[in-house]
Structures are given as structure tokens and as C-alpha cells.
């Protein structure tokens, strides 16, 4: 009987779904309610173990921008993650040390607080974690992170700094690692055109950029909501988006080397797409220059197609509509605020 | 896909065991309906995908190592747990889902 009872269950449970709302029925209504789940939740994303608070920020910010937290003293944090660049580099693959070429392109790091996980493939959880691993890396910051605690160690300013933010812990890679993920958890996009008509104000976007967020959720057109989705843009998943690298002879593998699945073979983190007109070029190998080569590979159903993400299904666009959604992604962008380089002590 | 869904479903009703439990664990807004079931050994769970986009439920748990594999709406993907232990399910798209499964020895009751 309890079996009969548990299909009972499974087939009603399946008929029952095409009565039920998809996340596709917007209304395309400035501050209309099916369009507010596209705001970013407030406060910021914070563990309970490291709160915000200024004094973490700011020492943070300084360790961020302090090029001698590398082996050669000449590499900071903002190397590749430029506030000039949009938090990036505007290279194709990031130069690391000695300027060699590393194997994929440097990430925008806006609204990391919102991620689930950090890095392309998703190796690293916690921004916690994350912030020390570049600067470790031999090809990267390639830091000797007990040298680096000396160094820190012997400066009065920083002293002060660590002494402030953490009081009684004193300067380590503990501490360090706390303030940097600190002023990262600070850098925020949440207040573009369309967070503004989202909330609202139906002049924040013109007639074209609406005409591009409708076909940007579209299941049949963009199809881009599907992995770009609300609130910021990202699904925390992975995809095989079909990138000619996946081609080459011995590929970057990507997120199947965290997780051996198949469908993980080339399979990468979807990034954020806020102030993504910022940090060009785009895709994890760097290979689109512009947002129209971004959304054109998309609508051509991508270039090597041999392990696509189930949820990749392309649709081809017109060249209209392709504008349409480009002019969308640049409604995406916050105000430029202006922004203080720390003082670093002596 | 429905239509060849139902009738097997149908017909598995008089095929299968009455002492084996069967559960239905669904994906939906990119979360299991769970995040944690406590089952027995023998018993059966049923990964129902009602996102109207593709979930890849998968473990890598020692005890029990399953691929179901890339499915969309509407669809189910099936698990006889015959190890005893803690399985952690996730699904490879989509990295915030997360389910434990207990899955018990009958005496354990």
C-alpha cells in the first residue's frame, strides 16, 4: 500500500507542474514584484567567524594594493585585479610572475561576496581561502608567506593596522587572510541602470536595453537567465559553453578536476555579468574582445560542442536582437564611485 | 518524455518490493526538497528534476559512487542505497546543492 500510495504521489507531483509559475513569467514593468528578485539582498554575505568592520577593510585594502606581498616585491593583489580595468586586467590570459603567461584570464572580482565558491573552477570555498592561494602560487604572486609575516611584522604601520582589526591576534596568515577577504566582501556592483528600474524608475533604461533584458530571460531566444540568473547573475554553477579552447590539443579541464564528471570537462564557474562591460576581454580563455562576440557565440550554439552544458541550447538571434542584449549587459554597470588608494607604511 | 514516464512508473507499481521504502527527493529553484533524508538499506530514492533546466545528480561518497547523469524537467533519475553510511549528493551544475542521505541498516531501526 505504501508503494502504491508513493507513485500515487510521483505522478501527481508530475502532472501538476504545468500549472505552476516559471521564473520566465516577468513582467516587463519598471519595480514590478516579479522583477525584484534580481536586487542583491542586503547586508553583504559575511561569516559569522570574520564580521566587516572598518578597521578590517582598510587594512585589507592596503595589503590588496602592497606590491612587496610577492616574491620579487613588484606584484600586488591589483596587478591583475585593477580597479582601473574593472578589477581586472583587460589581458587575455593573466601574466603572473616573471610575467609569464598563465592559462586563463583574470576574473572581474565584483560581488564576490555573493559567491558560493571562488576561483574558475570553483577550487576554493571561502574568500578566506582564497585570498593567500595567488599570492602563494609559484606562477602567480609566488610568495613566501612566512617572509611575507616578517615583513609585515617589522613595519609600525602595519602593526597598528593588524593590532586594530584584530585585536590580541596579531599579524599572520590567518589575520591576513581575514582582512583582504574583508575589503574584497566591499566591493560591490548593486546599483546599475537596472537595479534602478528594477526598482522603479522607468526611465533608468531605455526602450532597446528592455527589449534586451526580455530577450536576455527568453528560454527561446538569449536564453541567458538560465545560468546568468537572478539575483546576481550567476548560477554558482559550471558549463562547458562550447569555447574553441576545449579543442586544442590537451584542454584546461576546469571544474572536472574538482569534481570527476563528465559533464564537468571544460566546464567553468558562470560569472557574474555585473559591471561586466568593464572587464574585457571575456570567457575564461579571454577569447571574446567584445560583448557582441560574447553574445554571438552564444547564438551560433558555440564552436566545439562535444561536452555542452545541457543547459547551453542555442538559439540563433539576429543581429538586432544581439545588439539589443549587448546594450542590456552595458545597463548592468554601477556608477563609477570614486576610489582612495591606501597610504602603505614603511 | 512524460507520456513514456508514466506508463513504466505504472507498471513498476507491481514490481517492486514492499519492504523497500521509496522516496522522492525533487530539485526545484536549484535546491534539493531536503537537505537531509534518513533511509534504509535496500530503500530507493527518486531524483525528481522540476526546474525547467538540467540538473547532474551525482555522489562521490565511498559508499555509494552514482553519475545519474544530465536530465531535465519533469524527469527522474532512480538510486538503490545498498551500503549503509552518510552519501553526499550534489548536483555538478549547480554548486549550492547539497544533500545528506543516511542511509541506515534495517537493525538500526
Same mark, same amino acid.
Given at each position: 500500500?505504501?508503494?502504491?500510495l508513493?507513485?500515487?504521489?510521483?505522478?501527481v507531483?508530475?502532472l501538476?507542474?504545468?500549472a505552476?509559475?516559471?521564473p520566465t513569467?516577468?513582467?516587463?514593468?519598471?519595480?514590478?514584484?516579479?522583477?525584484q528578485q534580481?536586487?542583491?539582498?542586503?547586508?553583504?554575505?559575511?561569516?559569522?567567524?570574520?564580521p566587516?568592520t572598518?578597521?578590517?577593510?582598510?587594512?585589507?585594502?592596503?595589503?590588496?594594493f602592497?606590491?612587496r606581498l610577492?616574491?620579487d616585491?613588484?606584484?600586488?593583489?591589483?596587478?591583475?585585479?585593477?580597479?582601473?580595468?574593472?578589477?581586472?586586467?583587460?589581458?587575455?590570459?593573466?601574466?603572473?610572475?616573471?610575467?609569464k603567461?598563465l592559462t586563463?584570464?583574470?576574473?572581474?572580482?565584483?560581488n564576490?561576496?555573493?559567491?558560493?565558491?571562488?576561483?574558475?573552477?570553483?577550487?576554493?570555498?571561502?574568500?578566506?581561502?582564497?585570498?593567500?592561494?595567488?599570492?602563494e602560487?609559484?606562477?602567480?604572486?609566488?610568495a613566501?608567506?612566512?617572509?611575507?609575516?616578517a615583513?609585515?611584522s617589522g613595519?609600525d604601520?602595519?602593526?597598528?593596522a593588524?593590532?586594530?582589526?584584530f585585536?590580541?591576534q596579531?599579524?599572520?596568515?590567518?589575520?591576513?587572510?581575514?582582512a583582504?577577504?574583508?575589503?574584497?566582501?566591499t566591493?560591490?556592483s548593486?546599483?546599475?541602470?537596472?537595479?534602478?528600474?528594477?526598482?522603479g524608475?522607468?526611465?533608468?533604461l531605455?526602450?532597446?536595453?528592455?527589449?534586451?533584458?526580455?530577450?536576455?530571460?527568453d528560454?527561446?531566444?538569449?536564453n541567458?537567465?538560465?545560468?546568468h540568473?537572478?539575483p546576481?547573475?550567476?548560477?554558482?554553477?559550471f558549463?562547458?559553453?562550447?569555447l574553441?579552447?576545449?579543442g586544442?590539443?590537451?584542454?584546461?579541464?576546469?571544474?572536472?578536476?574538482?569534481?570527476?564528471?563528465?559533464l564537468m570537462?571544460?566546464?567553468?564557474?558562470?560569472p557574474?555579468?555585473?559591471?561586466?562591460?568593464?572587464?574585457?576581454?571575456?570567457?575564461?580563455?579571454g577569447s571574446?574582445?567584445?560583448?557582441?562576440?560574447?553574445?554571438?557565440?552564444?547564438?551560433?550554439g558555440?564552436?566545439?560542442?562535444?561536452?555542452?552544458?545541457?543547459?547551453?541550447t542555442?538559439?540563433?538571434?539576429?543581429?538586432?536582437?544581439?545588439?539589443s542584449i549587448?546594450?542590456?549587459?552595458?545597463?548592468?554597470?554601477?556608477?563609477?564611485?570614486?576610489?582612495t588608494?591606501?597610504?602603505l607604511?614603511? | 518524455?512524460?507520456?513514456i514516464?508514466?506508463?513504466?512508473?505504472?507498471?513498476?507499481?507491481?514490481?517492486v518490493s514492499?519492504?523497500?521504502?521509496?522516496?522522492?527527493?525533487s530539485?526545484?529553484?536549484?535546491?534539493?526538497?531536503?537537505?537531509?533524508i534518513?533511509?534504509?538499506?535496500?530503500d530507493t &530514492?527518486h531524483?525528481?528534476?522540476?526546474?525547467?533546466f /538540467?540538473?547532474n !545528480?551525482?555522489?562521490?561518497?565511498? +559508499?555509494?559512487?552514482?553519475?545519474?547523469?544530465s536530465?531535465p524537467?519533469?524527469e527522474?533519475?532512480s538510486?538503490?542505497?545498498?551500503?549503509?553510511?552518510?552519501i553526499? &549528493?550534489?548536483?555538478?551544475i549547480?554548486s549550492?546543492? /547539497?544533500?545528506l !542521505?543516511?542511509v541506515?541498516k534495517? +537493525?538500526d531501526?
Open positions: 500500500m505504501k508503494t502504491l508513493f507513485y500515487f504521489t510521483l505522478l507531483s508530475q501538476s507542474y504545468a505552476e509559475t516559471e513569467d516577468y513582467t516587463f514593468i519598471a519595480g514590478h514584484p516579479s522583477l534580481w536586487l542583491l539582498p542586503t547586508p553583504i554575505p559575511t561569516p559569522k567567524d570574520n566587516l572598518a578597521e578590517k577593510v582598510s587594512l585589507g585594502k592596503m595589503l590588496f602592497d606590491p610577492s616574491g616585491n613588484n606584484m600586488s593583489c591589483a596587478t591583475c585585479h585593477n580597479p582601473m580595468l574593472g578589477w581586472s586586467d583587460n589581458l587575455t590570459v593573466a601574466r603572473g610572475y616573471k610575467s603567461a586563463r584570464a583574470t576574473p572581474l572580482i565584483i564576490l561576496a555573493y559567491n558560493n565558491l571562488q576561483m574558475w573552477d570553483g577550487r576554493i570555498k571561502t574568500l578566506e581561502e582564497q585570498a593567500l592561494a595567488p599570492m602560487a609559484e606562477l602567480e604572486m609566488h613566501d608567506l612566512s617572509q611575507k609575516i615583513l609585515l613595519i604601520g602595519y602593526v597598528t593588524f593590532d586594530n582589526a585585536p590580541d596579531g599579524v599572520n596568515t590567518k589575520t591576513m587572510a581575514m583582504i577577504a574583508s575589503f574584497e566582501r566591493l560591490i548593486n546599483n546599475s541602470r537596472f537595479d534602478t528600474w528594477v526598482k524608475d522607468k526611465s533608468a531605455t526602450a532597446d536595453e528592455i527589449s534586451g533584458f526580455k530577450l536576455f530571460v528560454p527561446v531566444k538569449g541567458c537567465a538560465v545560468c540568473s537572478p546576481n547573475f550567476t548560477d554558482d554553477g558549463h562547458n559553453i562550447g574553441a579552447s576545449f586544442h590539443d590537451n584542454p584546461d579541464l576546469g571544474r572536472y578536476n574538482q569534481r570527476r564528471l563528465n570537462k571544460g566546464a567553468f564557474k558562470t557574474t555579468l555585473r559591471d561586466i562591460a568593464l572587464s574585457a576581454p571575456f570567457f575564461h580563455d571574446a574582445q567584445t560583448l557582441s562576440d560574447v553574445v554571438e557565440h552564444y547564438s551560433e558555440g564552436k566545439v560542442k562535444t561536452n555542452l552544458s545541457p543547459n547551453f542555442a538559439n540563433t538571434l539576429t543581429p538586432e536582437e544581439i545588439a549587448v546594450s542590456f549587459l552595458n545597463a548592468l554597470t554601477s556608477p563609477h564611485k570614486p576610489f588608494l591606501p597610504t607604511p614603511q | 518524455m512524460r507520456l514516464t508514466l506508463p513504466i512508473l505504472m507498471l513498476s507499481m507491481f514490481s514492499t519492504f523497500a521504502e521509496e522516496h522522492v527527493v530539485q526545484k529553484n536549484k535546491s534539493f526538497s531536503e537537505n537531509k534518513s533511509i534504509n538499506v535496500g &530514492v531524483f525528481l528534476n522540476k526546474d525547467p /538540467f540538473h !545528480i551525482f555522489s562521490l561518497s565511498d +559508499e555509494q559512487y552514482f553519475d545519474l547523469g536530465y524537467k519533469d527522474s533519475r538510486v538503490v542505497f545498498d551500503t549503509p553510511g552518510e553526499e &549528493v550534489e548536483c555538478a549547480h549550492k546543492m /547539497f544533500l !542521505i543516511e541506515k534495517s +537493525e531501526n
